[in-house]
């Protein structure tokens, strides 16, 4: 398909920009002294401000497909890319942000192309997941056998650093070319341009610098985090709550590679009362934690000696609530004291981690936990993607995945309006996006939000309750497959929206 490219200065709104416009439109605004539109101002179709996961792989599949390569596309980011771009860390150490990866976003990342940039011996597939109630001790047990579950390879997720997914997809971005890249500027001001002799930009969102630059958007993309400046622009509110609770991650080194090393490596998580913890396999004998916990407990636990920060991991997936409480109280001396009570503790050993022999100096850290979700995606000529639309708690591992759908049907709808001949910044065009993620990435966010609050309770009927309703999951292996399909993003999806109206021929593999 030809690119369309009719010149901005016959005041269409319409078609696209490509290079010779914006040259000519710079040229005729010089001639008019008078005009209140800067000679500076440059023109894109897309213009993307943040350079995380999400806006990096937009722009990677806006260049990977031939229907939008065409589109002259720009990225902002307010940090220097290059210590991303040489990301490099010795097989013994790895970085403490880490995601877990679906099937299906490794798909869609090997579709534009990024995959193959991903350091793989840095990438841990696992295939099989064991959940438990800290209180009662009912479980759950996940299998790639389990009715229809399984993917390629049987494989559940991938657990892979962030560092390496950004460090590829800049890497397929370097390869691909055509991206305008302002690394180091920070956003200063977002407004609207202005109708003149030359074009009418009024409804063209113009986005300041701190470098002096001005680029007007078709479409102008919020991958910009929580805190978005593109939504505030937007006027999109966003709502939701803090849980009063801190994520504490830390890179572990664990006794041997796990006990379903053989069959393929598990991840654990046990609920306790105050928020749950996770062992997720890296490569080799290394996992990554995350411990969901309250404010206090997590300084406590940051405040500890490497030995007793190891000793109380241990015990995270060993001891009783009530020893854990005790332990908590602790000013030091955890080590000696988990050693005794593990030798007094019956567990399966092999239903949970592989003893935690060390933690990676430096890697311990913590973040606050939140939930918040945009009242919309779009706005005219705006659109939002990843944390900047939502933000949901870690326990289901999914947050990197929603903002990689996001993406995946952001450039889709694009494409679509591309391919029709249809502004791509114009609400109406973007409301298939809407239409498709909102309502799926909403009943994600609600069913995670009402697992956090049904595990965090102690009373004893909740207690009993979620555990026969737990057991009784546990031994039906269809429903099983049910929730692993879901996990793996797999499943069935409840919220069509126009997604089955986009194009199936949207091939990115071409390029």
Same mark, same amino acid.
């Given at each position: 398909?030809?690119?369309?490219?009719?010149?901005?200065?016959?005041?269409?709104?319409?078609?696209?920009?490509?290079?010779?416009?914006?040259?000519?439109?710079?040229?005729?605004?010089?001639?008019?002294?008078?005009?209140?539109?800067?000679?500076?101002?440059?023109?894109?179709?897309?213009?993307?401000?943040?350079?995380?996961?999400?806006?990096?792989?937009?722009?990677?599949?806006?260049?990977?497909?031939?229907?939008?390569?065409?589109?002259?596309?720009?990225?902002?980011?307010?940090?220097?890319?290059?210590?991303?771009?040489?990301?490099?860390?010795?097989?013994?150490?790895?970085?403490?942000?880490?995601?877990?990866?679906?099937?299906?976003?490794?798909?869609?990342?090997?579709?534009?192309?990024?995959?193959?940039?991903?350091?793989?011996?840095?990438?841990?597939?696992?295939?099989?997941?064991?959940?438990?109630?800290?209180?009662?001790?009912?479980?759950?047990?996940?299998?790639?056998?389990?009715?229809?579950?399984?993917?390629?390879?049987?494989?559940?997720?991938?657990?892979?650093?962030?560092?390496?997914?950004?460090?590829?997809?800049?890497?397929?971005?370097?390869?691909?070319?055509?991206?305008?890249?302002?690394?180091?500027?920070?956003?200063?001001?977002?407004?609207?341009?202005?109708?003149?002799?030359?074009?009418?930009?009024?409804?063209?969102?113009?986005?300041?610098?701190?470098?002096?630059?001005?680029?007007?958007?078709?479409?102008?993309?919020?991958?910009?985090?929580?805190?978005?400046?593109?939504?505030?622009?937007?006027?999109?509110?966003?709502?939701?709550?803090?849980?009063?609770?801190?994520?504490?991650?830390?890179?572990?080194?664990?006794?041997?590679?796990?006990?379903?090393?053989?069959?393929?490596?598990?991840?654990?998580?046990?609920?306790?009362?105050?928020?749950?913890?996770?062992?997720?396999?890296?490569?080799?004998?290394?996992?990554?934690?995350?411990?969901?916990?309250?404010?206090?407990?997590?300084?406590?636990?940051?405040?500890?000696?490497?030995?007793?920060?190891?000793?109380?991991?241990?015990?995270?997936?060993?001891?009783?609530?009530?020893?854990?409480?005790?332990?908590?109280?602790?000013?030091?001396?955890?080590?000696?004291?988990?050693?005794?009570?593990?030798?007094?503790?019956? /567990?399966?050993?092999?239903?949970?981690?592989?003893?935690?022999?060390?933690?990676?100096?430096?890697?311990?850290?913590?973040?606050?936990?939140?939930?918040?979700?945009?009242?919309?995606?779009?706005?005219?000529?705006?659109?939002?993607?990843?944390?900047?639309?939502?933000?949901?708690?870690?326990?289901?591992?999914?947050?990197?995945?929603?903002?990689?759908?996001?993406?995946?049907?952001?450039?889709?709808?694009?494409?679509?309006?591309?391919?029709?001949?249809?502004?791509?910044?114009?609400?109406?065009?973007?409301?298939?996006?809407?239409?498709?993620?909102?309502?799926?990435?909403?009943?994600?966010?609600?069913?995670?939000?009402?697992?956090?609050?049904?595990?965090?309770?102690?009373?004893?009927?909740?207690?009993?309750?979620?555990?026969?309703?737990?057991?009784?999951?546990?031994?039906?292996?269809?429903?099983?497959?049910? /929730?692993?399909?879901?996990?793996?993003?797999?499943?069935?999806?409840?919220?069509?929206?126009?997604?089955?109206?986009?194009?199936?021929?949207?091939?990115?593999?071409?390029?």
């Amino acid at each position: 398909m030809k690119p369309i490219a009719r010149s901005i200065r016959t005041r269409q709104l319409g078609g696209y920009v490509c290079h010779s416009c914006t040259r000519n439109l710079r040229r005729s605004r010089r001639g008019y002294a008078t005009t209140s539109q800067p000679s500076t101002l440059e023109i894109y179709d897309v213009v993307c401000v943040g350079g995380g996961p999400a806006g990096l792989s937009l722009l990677a599949a806006l260049r990977a497909n031939p229907i939008t390569s065409p589109l002259k596309v720009a990225l902002i980011e307010s940090q220097s890319l290059d210590p991303t771009r040489k990301f490099s860390l010795p097989s013994t150490q790895y970085s403490n942000r880490c995601s877990s990866l679906t099937p299906k976003s490794v798909g869609f990342l090997q579709d534009i192309g990024a995959w193959e940039h991903v350091k793989r011996e840095r990438v841990c597939g696992y295939k099989g997941m064991r959940v438990w109630d800290g209180v009662s001790g009912a479980s759950i047990d996940f299998s790639p056998e389990i009715g229809g579950a399984a993917t390629e390879g049987g494989v559940v997720a991938y657990m892979n650093e962030n560092l390496n997914l950004t460090r590829a997809l800049l890497g397929r971005l370097d390869e691909l070319g055509g991206v305008e890249v302002l690394e180091g500027e920070k956003v200063t001001g977002i407004g609207f341009g202005n109708d003149t002799s030359t074009a009418d930009l009024s409804s063209w969102p113009v986005v300041k610098t701190s470098g002096g630059r001005e680029l007007a958007a078709r479409l102008l993309v919020g991958a910009d985090g929580g805190n978005s400046p593109v939504r505030t622009f937007a006027g999109i509110d966003s709502r939701g709550w803090d849980y009063g609770r801190v994520g504490v991650v830390a890179t572990l080194q664990m006794e041997g590679e796990g006990w379903g090393c053989e069959e393929g490596k598990i991840a654990y998580q046990r609920f306790l009362p105050t928020g749950p913890v996770a062992c997720l396999p890296l490569p080799g004998k290394f996992c990554t934690l995350v411990w969901s916990t309250t404010p206090d407990l997590a300084a406590k636990l940051k405040a500890l000696s490497a030995e007793d920060f190891v000793s109380m991991v241990n015990a995270a997936f060993r001891l009783s609530v009530t020893d854990l409480k005790y332990l908590h109280d602790l000013p030091s001396g955890q080590e000696e004291e988990v050693s005794w009570r593990e030798n007094h503790t019956p /567990f399966e050993r092999e239903h949970v981690p592989m003893k935690v022999v060390g933690v990676q100096e430096g890697s311990i850290a913590s973040f606050p936990l939140k939930l918040r979700h945009a009242d919309s995606y779009i706005g005219q000529r705006v659109a939002l993607v990843g944390d900047a639309a939502h933000t949901v708690h870690p326990l289901a591992g999914q947050g990197l995945n929603q903002g990689q759908g996001d993406v995946e049907s952001l450039a889709n709808t694009i494409a679509y309006s591309v391919e029709h001949g249809m502004d791509i910044g114009v609400r109406m065009n973007l409301e298939r996006y809407e239409s498709e993620r909102y309502a799926q990435n909403n009943m994600l966010m609600g069913v995670v939000d009402k697992l956090h609050k049904l595990y965090a309770t102690e009373n004893q009927l909740v207690v009993g309750v979620r555990s026969l309703g737990l057991r009784a999951v546990n031994s039906l292996d269809s429903v099983k497959g049910f /929730f692993m399909r879901q996990a793996s993003g797999r499943g069935e999806k409840f919220f069509m929206g126009f997604s089955g109206q986009l194009p199936v021929s949207l091939n990115y593999k071409i390029k």
